[in-house]
Protein backbone atom coordinates (compact mmCIF):
# COMPACT_ATOMS: atom_id res chain seq x y z
CA UNK A 1 0.00 0.00 0.00
CA UNK A 2 3.30 2.19 0.66
CA UNK A 3 4.25 1.90 -3.03
CA UNK A 4 0.76 1.72 -4.40
CA UNK A 5 0.10 5.18 -2.53
CA UNK A 6 3.03 7.04 -2.61
CA UNK A 7 4.80 5.94 -5.89
CA UNK A 8 2.28 4.30 -8.02
CA UNK A 9 -0.87 5.71 -7.89
CA UNK A 10 -1.95 9.32 -9.52
CA UNK A 11 -4.44 11.33 -7.21
CA UNK A 12 -5.19 15.23 -5.54
CA UNK A 13 -4.63 13.99 -1.78
CA UNK A 14 -6.99 16.65 -0.97
CA UNK A 15 -9.63 15.46 -3.09
CA UNK A 16 -10.63 12.13 -3.27
CA UNK A 17 -13.24 12.26 -5.12
CA UNK A 18 -11.75 14.17 -7.88
CA UNK A 19 -12.85 11.79 -11.32
CA UNK A 20 -9.15 12.01 -12.57
CA UNK A 21 -8.41 10.24 -9.54
CA UNK A 22 -6.80 6.66 -9.54
CA UNK A 23 -8.79 4.19 -7.52
CA UNK A 24 -8.19 1.70 -5.08
CA UNK A 25 -10.61 -0.90 -3.16
CA UNK A 26 -10.33 -2.34 -0.43
CA UNK A 27 -12.42 -4.43 2.40
CA UNK A 28 -12.01 -1.07 4.70
CA UNK A 29 -14.34 1.93 4.99
CA UNK A 30 -12.16 5.24 4.46
CA UNK A 31 -12.48 8.07 2.54
CA UNK A 32 -10.00 7.52 -0.52
CA UNK A 33 -11.63 4.05 -0.99
CA UNK A 34 -14.20 3.64 -3.93
CA UNK A 35 -16.18 0.64 -2.48
CA UNK A 36 -15.45 -0.62 0.58
CA UNK A 37 -16.51 -4.03 0.08
CA UNK A 38 -17.63 -5.38 3.38
CA UNK A 39 -16.93 -9.38 3.73
CA UNK A 40 -14.72 -10.57 1.16
CA UNK A 41 -14.91 -11.06 -2.48
CA UNK A 42 -16.89 -8.20 -3.56
CA UNK A 43 -13.82 -5.88 -4.11
CA UNK A 44 -12.47 -7.25 -7.87
CA UNK A 45 -16.32 -6.71 -9.59
CA UNK A 46 -16.61 -3.54 -8.59
CA UNK A 47 -12.95 -2.53 -9.43
CA UNK A 48 -14.24 -4.28 -12.92
CA UNK A 49 -16.78 -1.66 -13.30
CA UNK A 50 -14.52 1.08 -12.38
CA UNK A 51 -12.55 -0.47 -14.90
CA UNK A 52 -14.66 -0.48 -17.99
CA UNK A 53 -16.29 2.65 -17.26
CA UNK A 54 -12.72 3.99 -16.97
CA UNK A 55 -11.56 2.48 -20.49
CA UNK A 56 -14.84 2.22 -22.71
CA UNK A 57 -17.67 5.26 -21.15
CA UNK A 58 -14.79 8.06 -19.88
CA UNK A 59 -12.25 6.96 -22.01
CA UNK A 60 -9.85 8.54 -18.97
CA UNK A 61 -6.44 7.60 -18.39
CA UNK A 62 -6.64 6.54 -14.64
CA UNK A 63 -5.95 3.26 -13.34
CA UNK A 64 -7.64 0.99 -10.79
CA UNK A 65 -5.82 -1.29 -8.43
CA UNK A 66 -7.53 -3.58 -5.87
CA UNK A 67 -6.23 -5.61 -2.97
CA UNK A 68 -7.33 -8.70 -1.63
CA UNK A 69 -6.70 -11.50 0.59
CA UNK A 70 -5.76 -14.96 -0.08
CA UNK A 71 -8.78 -16.02 2.36
CA UNK A 72 -11.49 -14.11 0.00
CA UNK A 73 -9.84 -15.69 -3.64
CA UNK A 74 -12.02 -19.01 -2.32
CA UNK A 75 -15.67 -16.91 -3.29
CA UNK A 76 -16.63 -17.40 -6.75
CA UNK A 77 -17.41 -13.92 -7.23
CA UNK A 78 -13.62 -13.09 -7.55
CA UNK A 79 -13.27 -15.66 -10.28
CA UNK A 80 -16.27 -14.23 -11.84
CA UNK A 81 -14.72 -11.16 -11.59
CA UNK A 82 -11.59 -12.60 -13.27
CA UNK A 83 -13.04 -13.85 -16.24
CA UNK A 84 -14.95 -10.71 -16.64
CA UNK A 85 -11.77 -8.48 -16.62
CA UNK A 86 -10.31 -11.08 -18.99
CA UNK A 87 -13.13 -11.06 -21.76
CA UNK A 88 -13.17 -6.95 -21.73
CA UNK A 89 -9.57 -6.76 -21.92
CA UNK A 90 -9.50 -4.07 -19.16
CA UNK A 91 -5.94 -3.46 -19.02
CA UNK A 92 -6.48 -0.61 -16.70
CA UNK A 93 -7.17 -2.54 -14.29
CA UNK A 94 -4.24 -4.41 -11.46
CA UNK A 95 -5.24 -6.71 -8.99
CA UNK A 96 -3.05 -7.64 -5.98
CA UNK A 97 -3.36 -10.82 -4.09
CA UNK A 98 -1.67 -10.75 -0.28
CA UNK A 99 -0.99 -14.45 -0.21
CA UNK A 100 0.18 -14.47 3.42
CA UNK A 101 -1.25 -18.38 3.55
CA UNK A 102 -3.98 -17.49 6.73
CA UNK A 103 -7.20 -16.79 6.73
CA UNK A 104 -10.20 -15.80 9.21
CA UNK A 105 -9.82 -18.45 11.59
CA UNK A 106 -6.58 -20.75 10.75
CA UNK A 107 -4.28 -21.88 7.43
CA UNK A 108 -5.96 -21.74 4.28
CA UNK A 109 -5.86 -24.71 1.43
CA UNK A 110 -3.51 -23.43 -0.76
CA UNK A 111 -1.59 -21.57 2.23
CA UNK A 112 2.11 -20.34 0.47
CA UNK A 113 1.84 -22.21 -2.70
CA UNK A 114 2.15 -18.70 -4.57
CA UNK A 115 2.51 -20.95 -8.25
CA UNK A 116 -0.79 -22.23 -7.99
CA UNK A 117 -1.99 -18.57 -7.74
CA UNK A 118 -0.02 -17.71 -10.11
CA UNK A 119 -1.32 -20.50 -13.32
CA UNK A 120 -4.92 -19.60 -12.18
CA UNK A 121 -4.69 -16.14 -12.86
CA UNK A 122 -3.04 -17.21 -15.74
CA UNK A 123 -5.81 -19.71 -16.96
CA UNK A 124 -8.34 -16.74 -16.57
CA UNK A 125 -5.84 -14.88 -19.30
CA UNK A 126 -4.20 -12.11 -16.35
CA UNK A 127 -1.29 -11.09 -17.13
CA UNK A 128 0.60 -12.07 -14.04
CA UNK A 129 3.73 -11.39 -11.76
CA UNK A 130 5.09 -12.96 -8.84
CA UNK A 131 6.32 -10.97 -6.44
CA UNK A 132 7.85 -10.77 -2.93
CA UNK A 133 5.40 -8.38 -0.99
CA UNK A 134 7.99 -6.76 0.91
CA UNK A 135 10.22 -6.14 -1.57
CA UNK A 136 9.70 -2.13 -2.54
CA UNK A 137 12.10 -1.99 -5.77
CA UNK A 138 10.40 -5.24 -6.96
CA UNK A 139 6.98 -4.04 -6.75
CA UNK A 140 7.98 -0.70 -8.15
CA UNK A 141 9.17 -2.62 -10.88
CA UNK A 142 5.99 -4.87 -11.67
CA UNK A 143 3.47 -1.67 -10.90
CA UNK A 144 5.14 -0.09 -14.15
CA UNK A 145 5.21 -3.26 -15.92
CA UNK A 146 1.63 -3.16 -15.46
CA UNK A 147 1.51 -0.34 -17.31
CA UNK A 148 3.39 -1.00 -20.77
CA UNK A 149 0.91 -4.05 -20.59
CA UNK A 150 -1.87 -3.98 -23.33
CA UNK A 151 -5.40 -5.85 -23.61
CA UNK A 152 -4.92 -7.39 -20.91
CA UNK A 153 -5.64 -7.19 -16.35
CA UNK A 154 -2.55 -7.73 -14.38
CA UNK A 155 -2.25 -9.72 -11.51
CA UNK A 156 0.12 -9.51 -8.99
CA UNK A 157 0.60 -12.46 -6.62
CA UNK A 158 2.43 -10.97 -3.55
CA UNK A 159 3.89 -13.46 -1.09
CA UNK A 160 3.59 -11.92 2.31
CA UNK A 161 3.39 -12.71 6.29
CA UNK A 162 0.87 -11.73 8.39
CA UNK A 163 2.02 -9.79 11.26
CA UNK A 164 5.27 -9.05 10.06
CA UNK A 165 7.80 -8.16 12.07
CA UNK A 166 5.76 -8.33 15.22
CA UNK A 167 7.35 -10.72 17.83
CA UNK A 168 4.92 -13.86 18.88
CA UNK A 169 2.43 -11.98 15.87
CA UNK A 170 4.29 -12.88 12.46
CA UNK A 171 2.62 -15.89 10.25
CA UNK A 172 0.93 -16.84 13.32
CA UNK A 173 -2.96 -18.15 13.78
CA UNK A 174 -5.42 -17.11 15.77
CA UNK A 175 -4.73 -13.43 15.42
CA UNK A 176 -7.21 -12.32 12.81
CA UNK A 177 -9.03 -8.98 13.91
CA UNK A 178 -7.90 -8.95 17.77
CA UNK A 179 -6.50 -6.25 18.90
CA UNK A 180 -2.88 -6.25 20.61
CA UNK A 181 -3.00 -5.37 23.85
CA UNK A 182 -1.55 -2.11 24.94
CA UNK A 183 1.55 -2.60 26.68
CA UNK A 184 2.99 -5.08 23.87
CA UNK A 185 1.39 -2.26 21.28
CA UNK A 186 3.74 0.74 22.37
CA UNK A 187 6.12 -1.25 21.97
CA UNK A 188 5.84 -2.78 18.69
CA UNK A 189 5.14 0.90 17.57
CA UNK A 190 8.42 1.95 18.44
CA UNK A 191 9.80 -1.38 17.26
CA UNK A 192 8.48 -0.35 13.52
CA UNK A 193 9.33 3.43 13.97
CA UNK A 194 13.14 2.30 14.28
CA UNK A 195 12.96 0.58 10.86
CA UNK A 196 12.07 3.80 8.92
CA UNK A 197 15.14 4.74 6.65
CA UNK A 198 14.08 8.60 5.62
CA UNK A 199 12.38 11.28 6.75
CA UNK A 200 11.81 12.32 3.28
CA UNK A 201 8.37 13.43 3.08
CA UNK A 202 6.28 11.33 0.44
CA UNK A 203 3.65 12.89 -2.16
CA UNK A 204 1.30 11.13 -4.63
CA UNK A 205 1.78 12.02 -8.58
CA UNK A 206 -1.22 13.94 -9.72
CA UNK A 207 -3.42 12.73 -12.18
CA UNK A 208 -3.82 13.16 -15.81
CA UNK A 209 -6.83 15.24 -15.82
CA UNK A 210 -8.46 13.63 -19.23
CA UNK A 211 -12.10 12.64 -17.34
CA UNK A 212 -15.15 14.22 -19.29
CA UNK A 213 -17.51 16.17 -17.47
CA UNK A 214 -21.03 14.34 -16.47
CA UNK A 215 -23.97 15.07 -15.76
CA UNK A 216 -26.14 12.17 -14.53
CA UNK A 217 -28.85 14.33 -13.25
CA UNK A 218 -30.52 15.11 -16.91
CA UNK A 219 -32.81 12.25 -17.35
CA UNK A 220 -36.16 13.62 -17.55
CA UNK A 221 -38.41 11.89 -19.82
CA UNK A 222 -38.68 13.30 -23.34
CA UNK A 223 -42.19 12.63 -24.08
CA UNK A 224 -45.28 11.02 -22.74
CA UNK A 225 -45.43 7.20 -23.05
CA UNK A 226 -46.41 6.33 -26.43
CA UNK A 227 -49.64 3.61 -25.20
CA UNK A 228 -53.20 3.76 -25.16
CA UNK A 229 -55.88 2.64 -22.89
CA UNK A 230 -56.25 -0.73 -23.57
CA UNK A 231 -52.80 -2.02 -25.58
CA UNK A 232 -51.79 -5.18 -23.95
CA UNK A 233 -48.05 -5.52 -23.23
CA UNK A 234 -46.01 -7.55 -20.65
CA UNK A 235 -44.01 -4.55 -18.44
CA UNK A 236 -41.06 -6.33 -19.17
CA UNK A 237 -41.00 -5.33 -22.88
CA UNK A 238 -42.44 -2.30 -21.66
CA UNK A 239 -39.42 -1.82 -19.11
CA UNK A 240 -37.11 -2.86 -22.58
CA UNK A 241 -38.52 0.23 -24.49
CA UNK A 242 -38.23 2.94 -21.28
CA UNK A 243 -34.53 1.83 -20.83
CA UNK A 244 -33.91 2.43 -24.81
CA UNK A 245 -35.76 5.90 -24.33
CA UNK A 246 -34.02 6.72 -21.68
CA UNK A 247 -30.85 5.80 -23.06
CA UNK A 248 -31.61 9.15 -25.39
CA UNK A 249 -32.64 10.99 -22.79
CA UNK A 250 -28.67 10.69 -21.01
CA UNK A 251 -25.72 9.27 -22.55
CA UNK A 252 -24.54 8.33 -19.11
CA UNK A 253 -27.62 5.54 -18.63
CA UNK A 254 -25.66 2.24 -19.07
CA UNK A 255 -27.62 -0.96 -19.08
CA UNK A 256 -25.88 -4.28 -17.68
CA UNK A 257 -27.34 -8.04 -18.27
CA UNK A 258 -26.93 -11.33 -17.37
CA UNK A 259 -27.43 -13.45 -20.37
CA UNK A 260 -31.27 -12.90 -19.87
CA UNK A 261 -31.59 -9.94 -22.57
CA UNK A 262 -33.88 -11.79 -25.15
CA UNK A 263 -35.87 -12.15 -21.87
CA UNK A 264 -36.17 -9.04 -19.88
CA UNK A 265 -36.19 -7.13 -23.23
CA UNK A 266 -32.59 -5.50 -22.15
CA UNK A 267 -32.23 -6.34 -26.10
CA UNK A 268 -33.67 -3.36 -27.10
CA UNK A 269 -31.26 -1.11 -25.29
CA UNK A 270 -28.18 -2.49 -26.89
CA UNK A 271 -30.20 -2.35 -29.92
CA UNK A 272 -29.68 1.23 -29.81
CA UNK A 273 -27.22 2.29 -27.62
CA UNK A 274 -24.66 -1.26 -28.18
CA UNK A 275 -21.34 1.03 -26.74
CA UNK A 276 -23.47 1.01 -23.25
CA UNK A 277 -24.56 -2.41 -22.92
CA UNK A 278 -22.78 -4.27 -20.85
CA UNK A 279 -22.92 -8.38 -20.83
CA UNK A 280 -22.16 -9.80 -17.52
CA UNK A 281 -23.06 -13.33 -18.18
CA UNK A 282 -24.42 -15.80 -15.80
CA UNK A 283 -22.82 -14.29 -12.93
CA UNK A 284 -25.31 -11.94 -11.25
CA UNK A 285 -22.91 -11.28 -8.41
CA UNK A 286 -20.31 -9.84 -10.06
CA UNK A 287 -23.41 -8.01 -12.49
CA UNK A 288 -24.36 -6.58 -9.92
CA UNK A 289 -20.58 -5.62 -8.57
CA UNK A 290 -19.97 -4.30 -11.39
CA UNK A 291 -22.94 -2.02 -11.47
CA UNK A 292 -21.69 -0.61 -8.13
CA UNK A 293 -18.47 0.10 -10.08
CA UNK A 294 -19.78 1.40 -13.05
CA UNK A 295 -22.25 4.02 -10.78
CA UNK A 296 -18.92 5.21 -8.72
CA UNK A 297 -18.16 8.83 -8.20
CA UNK A 298 -21.61 9.58 -10.42
CA UNK A 299 -19.92 8.28 -13.59
CA UNK A 300 -23.31 6.34 -14.95
CA UNK A 301 -26.97 5.79 -13.98
CA UNK A 302 -26.50 2.11 -14.17
CA UNK A 303 -29.33 -0.48 -14.68
CA UNK A 304 -28.78 -4.36 -13.98
CA UNK A 305 -30.96 -6.52 -15.29
CA UNK A 306 -31.80 -10.31 -14.60
CA UNK A 307 -34.89 -12.74 -13.37
CA UNK A 308 -36.37 -11.37 -10.32
CA UNK A 309 -35.42 -14.41 -8.30
CA UNK A 310 -31.60 -14.92 -9.84
CA UNK A 311 -31.32 -11.34 -8.09
CA UNK A 312 -31.59 -13.10 -4.72
CA UNK A 313 -27.96 -14.64 -5.42
CA UNK A 314 -26.72 -11.30 -5.29
CA UNK A 315 -27.83 -9.99 -1.88
CA UNK A 316 -24.72 -9.43 -0.46
CA UNK A 317 -23.93 -7.61 -3.28
CA UNK A 318 -27.31 -5.31 -3.03
CA UNK A 319 -26.78 -4.83 0.84
CA UNK A 320 -23.08 -3.89 0.77
CA UNK A 321 -24.09 -0.94 -2.04
CA UNK A 322 -26.85 -0.14 0.05
CA UNK A 323 -24.55 0.49 3.30
CA UNK A 324 -22.20 2.62 0.91
CA UNK A 325 -25.28 4.64 -0.23
CA UNK A 326 -24.60 3.55 -3.93
CA UNK A 327 -26.96 4.60 -6.45
CA UNK A 328 -27.93 1.49 -8.99
CA UNK A 329 -31.38 -0.09 -10.49
CA UNK A 330 -32.04 -3.57 -10.69
CA UNK A 331 -34.61 -4.69 -13.15
CA UNK A 332 -35.88 -8.06 -11.51
CA UNK A 333 -38.62 -9.78 -14.47
CA UNK A 334 -40.60 -12.85 -14.49
CA UNK A 335 -41.71 -12.23 -11.16
CA UNK A 336 -44.12 -14.23 -8.94
CA UNK A 337 -46.34 -17.20 -9.50
CA UNK A 338 -48.03 -15.54 -12.89
CA UNK A 339 -44.50 -16.88 -14.89
CA UNK A 340 -46.27 -20.06 -14.99
CA UNK A 341 -44.88 -22.41 -17.80
CA UNK A 342 -41.32 -21.31 -17.22
CA UNK A 343 -41.81 -23.62 -13.55
CA UNK A 344 -40.83 -23.08 -9.80
CA UNK A 345 -37.18 -22.23 -10.09
CA UNK A 346 -37.67 -19.52 -12.30
CA UNK A 347 -40.41 -18.13 -10.16
CA UNK A 348 -39.23 -14.76 -7.43
CA UNK A 349 -41.19 -15.57 -4.95
CA UNK A 350 -38.81 -13.39 -2.47
CA UNK A 351 -37.38 -10.89 -3.90
CA UNK A 352 -40.15 -7.97 -2.09
CA UNK A 353 -39.51 -9.84 1.02
CA UNK A 354 -35.48 -9.48 0.13
CA UNK A 355 -35.44 -5.87 -1.78
CA UNK A 356 -38.22 -4.27 1.73
CA UNK A 357 -35.48 -5.58 3.97
CA UNK A 358 -32.45 -3.58 2.52
CA UNK A 359 -32.01 0.09 4.13
CA UNK A 360 -33.28 3.18 2.10
CA UNK A 361 -34.52 1.16 -1.23
CA UNK A 362 -37.01 2.01 -3.49
CA UNK A 363 -39.46 -1.06 -5.05
CA UNK A 364 -41.20 -0.20 -8.11
CA UNK A 365 -43.85 -2.65 -8.66
CA UNK A 366 -45.73 -1.15 -12.19
CA UNK A 367 -48.78 -2.63 -13.31
CA UNK A 368 -49.14 -1.79 -17.08
CA UNK A 369 -46.67 0.11 -19.80
CA UNK A 370 -47.53 3.33 -18.29
CA UNK A 371 -46.47 3.13 -14.83
CA UNK A 372 -43.50 0.93 -16.02
CA UNK A 373 -41.78 3.88 -18.27
CA UNK A 374 -42.69 6.13 -15.61
CA UNK A 375 -40.69 3.96 -12.69
CA UNK A 376 -37.86 3.82 -14.88
CA UNK A 377 -37.53 7.12 -14.98
CA UNK A 378 -38.00 8.05 -11.58
CA UNK A 379 -35.37 5.15 -10.52
CA UNK A 380 -32.97 6.86 -12.68
CA UNK A 381 -33.34 10.07 -10.42
CA UNK A 382 -34.42 8.30 -7.07
CA UNK A 383 -31.19 8.35 -4.59
CA UNK A 384 -30.05 4.71 -3.03
CA UNK A 385 -30.65 0.97 -4.35
CA UNK A 386 -34.24 0.94 -6.99
CA UNK A 387 -35.44 -2.04 -7.57
CA UNK A 388 -38.02 -2.49 -10.49
CA UNK A 389 -40.54 -5.78 -10.74
CA UNK A 390 -41.54 -6.44 -13.87
CA UNK A 391 -43.87 -9.31 -15.02
CA UNK A 392 -44.02 -11.50 -17.77
CA UNK A 393 -47.22 -12.27 -19.08
CA UNK A 394 -49.29 -9.34 -21.15
CA UNK A 395 -51.78 -6.97 -19.64
CA UNK A 396 -53.46 -4.50 -20.26
CA UNK A 397 -52.70 -0.53 -20.05
CA UNK A 398 -55.20 1.15 -18.07
CA UNK A 399 -53.49 4.26 -17.41
CA UNK A 400 -53.56 7.24 -20.27
CA UNK A 401 -50.10 8.47 -21.17
CA UNK A 402 -50.55 11.81 -19.66
CA UNK A 403 -50.82 10.33 -15.81
CA UNK A 404 -48.49 11.44 -13.73
CA UNK A 405 -46.36 9.07 -11.27
CA UNK A 406 -44.81 9.80 -7.84
CA UNK A 407 -42.76 7.77 -5.68
CA UNK A 408 -44.21 6.54 -2.77
CA UNK A 409 -48.14 7.85 -4.11
CA UNK A 410 -50.42 4.79 -4.50
CA UNK A 411 -53.45 5.12 -7.69
CA UNK A 412 -56.62 4.22 -6.79
CA UNK A 413 -57.69 3.04 -9.83
CA UNK A 414 -61.71 2.63 -8.82
CA UNK A 415 -64.08 3.79 -6.04
CA UNK A 416 -67.54 3.90 -5.18
CA UNK A 417 -69.14 5.63 -2.35
CA UNK A 418 -70.35 2.00 -1.89
CA UNK A 419 -67.23 -0.06 -1.54
CA UNK A 420 -67.52 -2.45 1.00
CA UNK A 421 -63.77 -3.47 0.92
CA UNK A 422 -60.82 -1.78 -0.07
CA UNK A 423 -58.61 -4.40 -2.39
CA UNK A 424 -55.06 -3.13 -2.50
CA UNK A 425 -52.90 -4.99 -5.56
CA UNK A 426 -49.91 -4.17 -7.72
CA UNK A 427 -48.37 -5.32 -10.75
CA UNK A 428 -50.32 -8.76 -12.31
CA UNK A 429 -52.46 -8.74 -9.02
CA UNK A 430 -54.05 -5.54 -10.06
CA UNK A 431 -55.64 -6.96 -13.05
CA UNK A 432 -57.10 -9.59 -10.85
CA UNK A 433 -58.14 -7.06 -9.03
CA UNK A 434 -60.03 -5.89 -11.45
CA UNK A 435 -61.57 -8.34 -12.89
CA UNK A 436 -62.58 -9.62 -9.32
CA UNK A 437 -64.50 -6.09 -8.96
CA UNK A 438 -66.47 -6.48 -12.04
CA UNK A 439 -67.62 -9.90 -11.43
CA UNK A 440 -68.08 -8.70 -7.79
CA UNK A 441 -70.52 -6.02 -9.18
CA UNK A 442 -72.73 -8.29 -11.14
CA UNK A 443 -74.39 -9.17 -7.22
CA UNK A 444 -74.06 -5.61 -5.96
CA UNK A 445 -70.84 -5.87 -4.20
CA UNK A 446 -68.39 -2.69 -5.05
CA UNK A 447 -64.99 -2.99 -4.29
CA UNK A 448 -62.14 -0.12 -3.80
CA UNK A 449 -59.13 -1.06 -5.42
CA UNK A 450 -55.94 0.43 -4.86
CA UNK A 451 -52.87 -0.26 -7.24
CA UNK A 452 -49.23 0.65 -5.12
CA UNK A 453 -46.85 1.22 -7.30
CA UNK A 454 -44.26 1.83 -4.65
CA UNK A 455 -44.45 -1.38 -2.27
CA UNK A 456 -41.15 0.82 -0.67
CA UNK A 457 -42.24 3.58 0.41
CA UNK A 458 -45.57 2.73 1.06
CA UNK A 459 -48.50 5.01 0.48
CA UNK A 460 -49.20 4.50 4.54
CA UNK A 461 -52.29 7.92 4.00
CA UNK A 462 -53.69 6.79 0.72
CA UNK A 463 -54.45 3.10 2.27
CA UNK A 464 -55.68 4.36 5.90
CA UNK A 465 -57.78 7.11 4.19
CA UNK A 466 -59.63 4.28 1.89
CA UNK A 467 -59.60 1.47 4.38
CA UNK A 468 -61.72 4.11 6.98
CA UNK A 469 -63.53 4.72 4.34
CA UNK A 470 -64.72 1.10 3.74
CA UNK A 471 -65.01 0.37 7.46
CA UNK A 472 -61.47 -1.36 7.79
CA UNK A 473 -61.86 -4.13 5.81
CA UNK A 474 -58.83 -4.57 3.31
CA UNK A 475 -57.43 -7.45 0.66
CA UNK A 476 -54.07 -7.68 0.11
CA UNK A 477 -53.71 -9.76 -3.43
CA UNK A 478 -49.83 -10.40 -3.72
CA UNK A 479 -48.19 -12.57 -6.13
CA UNK A 480 -45.83 -13.51 -3.62
CA UNK A 481 -44.75 -16.09 -0.91
CA UNK A 482 -47.56 -15.29 1.67
CA UNK A 483 -45.08 -16.04 4.69
CA UNK A 484 -42.85 -12.47 3.44
CA UNK A 485 -45.28 -10.02 2.80
CA UNK A 486 -47.98 -8.41 4.80
CA UNK A 487 -49.54 -5.13 4.71
CA UNK A 488 -50.52 -5.30 8.06
CA UNK A 489 -47.20 -5.62 9.40
CA UNK A 490 -47.18 -1.72 8.78
CA UNK A 491 -47.91 -0.70 12.41
CA UNK A 492 -49.42 2.54 11.06
CA UNK A 493 -51.94 0.90 9.27
CA UNK A 494 -52.79 -1.31 11.81
CA UNK A 495 -53.55 1.22 14.82
CA UNK A 496 -55.23 3.16 12.69
CA UNK A 497 -57.62 0.57 11.23
CA UNK A 498 -58.02 -0.63 14.92
CA UNK A 499 -58.95 3.02 15.85
CA UNK A 500 -61.71 3.41 12.79
CA UNK A 501 -63.36 -0.22 12.93
CA UNK A 502 -62.18 -2.37 16.44
CA UNK A 503 -65.55 -4.27 15.86
CA UNK A 504 -64.25 -6.02 12.73
CA UNK A 505 -62.90 -9.17 13.26
CA UNK A 506 -58.66 -9.82 13.58
CA UNK A 507 -57.71 -12.84 11.29
CA UNK A 508 -54.36 -14.04 12.14
CA UNK A 509 -51.14 -12.75 14.30
CA UNK A 510 -49.93 -9.03 12.32
CA UNK A 511 -46.63 -9.86 13.52
CA UNK A 512 -46.50 -13.56 12.39
CA UNK A 513 -48.58 -13.63 9.68
CA UNK A 514 -50.21 -16.93 10.70
CA UNK A 515 -53.48 -17.74 9.37
CA UNK A 516 -53.93 -15.00 6.85
CA UNK A 517 -53.39 -16.66 3.62
CA UNK A 518 -56.46 -17.41 1.33
CA UNK A 519 -56.00 -17.82 -2.18
CA UNK A 520 -57.66 -16.31 -5.43
CA UNK A 521 -58.01 -18.46 -8.47
CA UNK A 522 -54.95 -20.68 -8.21
CA UNK A 523 -52.19 -18.31 -8.61
CA UNK A 524 -52.33 -14.69 -6.02
CA UNK A 525 -52.28 -15.02 -2.25
CA UNK A 526 -54.55 -12.72 -0.85
CA UNK A 527 -53.93 -11.40 3.44
CA UNK A 528 -56.48 -10.12 5.17
CA UNK A 529 -55.27 -6.78 6.83
Not at 327 to 341: D, K, Q, R, W
Request: aromatic fraction near 8%; glycine fraction near 8%; include cysteine.
Amino acid sequence: MSVLFFHVMKYKQGDPENPNNDRFILSKRLSFIDVATGWFGQGLGAACGMAYTGKYFDKASYRVFCLMGDGESSEGAVWEALAFASHYSLDNLVAIFDVNRLGHSGALPLENCIEVYQKRCEAFGWNTYVVDGRDVEALCQVFWQATQVKNKPTAVVAKTFKGRGIPSVEDAENWHGKPMPKERADAIIKLIESQIQTNKSLEPKSPIEDSPQVNIADTEMLSPPAYEIGDKIATRKACGLALAKLGHANDRVTVLDGDTKNSTFSELFKKEHPERFIECFVAEQNMVNVALGCAARDRTVAFACSFAAFLTRAFDQIQTGAILGSNINLVGSHCGASLGEDGPSQMALEDLAMFRAVPNCTIFYPSDAVSTEHAVFLAAKTKGICFIRTSRPETEVIYAPQESFQVGKAKVVRHSVDDKITVIAAGVTLHEALAAADELAKQGISLRIIDLFTVKPLDVATIVSNAKATGGRVITVEDHSPEALRMSTDPHIHEALAEKAPEVEQFGDPVSNENTSGHLGSEFTSGNG
